[in-house]
Structures are given as C-alpha cells and as structure tokens.
Nanobody, 115 residues
Framework: QVQLVESGGGLVQPGGSLRLSCTAS????????MGWYRQAPGKQRELVAS???????HIADPVKGRFTISRDNAKNMVYLQMNNLKPEDTAVYYC?????????WGQGTQVTVSS
C-alpha cells in the first residue's frame, strides 16, 4: 500500500519559514519523481516544486528564490524549505510521487501565513 504522509505545516507570520516533510512508503522511492503542489481556497492545484529521481529540480516562478526542494532517498523523504513566506503562500500543500503511469498523493498539510 502506497502512503505519502506530509508534516510540518502550520501558522506562520509573513517573512517566516517552515519546512514541510513528506515520508513515502510502499514505493521504490529512488525511482520516483517527487513534487510539492498547493491549493488555495477557490483556486486550482498548482505545482510548487519538483525533484526528479536524478535530482533535477524545478521551482515554480511564484516561489523561486524563496522555496527549495530536496530529497533523502535513504529515508524515503522529500522536503520543501519555505522562506520569506507571504500571505499568498497560504494553501494546503500536497506531496506527490510520480513514475510512468503511477501517480500518488498525500492528504495534504495546511500552511497559513498571517499576522
């Protein structure tokens, strides 16, 4: 059974930082591309950042320079370091794993940026 479990969300003030973690089980983690998506109320889910099995990273323009993605294949984990958070970063953040036609999602973790 495949499971992706996110953690690390919460309430933070503008300018603050959070680190999201995603632990994967039930997959051969090292061959999967991993990604973080987010969905704000009333908006479509959007890609935030991704990292391929070989370590190639993609960071979406709205968060470029503020967010970084990394992975630890030994721990089956992917991370999203979020710095200089803004109110518009408020959303539910989802972990995603993808390999060929296999596509899995976590249940999401809420990030709220507010003073």
């Amino acid at each position: 059974q495949v499971q992706l479990v996110e953690s690390g969300g919460g309430l933070v003030q503008p300018g603050g930082s959070l680190r999201l973690s995603c632990t994967a089980s039930g997959i051969i983690f090292s061959i999967y591309s991993m990604g973080w998506y987010r969905q704000a109320p009333g908006k479509q889910r959007e890609l935030v950042a991704s990292i391929s099995s070989s370590g190639t990273k993609h960071i979406a323009d709205p968060v470029k320079g503020r967010f970084t993605i990394s992975r630890d294949n030994a721990k089956n984990m992917v991370y999203l370091q979020m710095n200089n958070l803004k109110p518009e970063d408020t959303a539910v953040y989802y972990c995603n794993s993808r390999y060929l036609a296999k596509d899995y999602w976590g249940q999401g973790t809420q990030v709220t940026v507010s003073s």
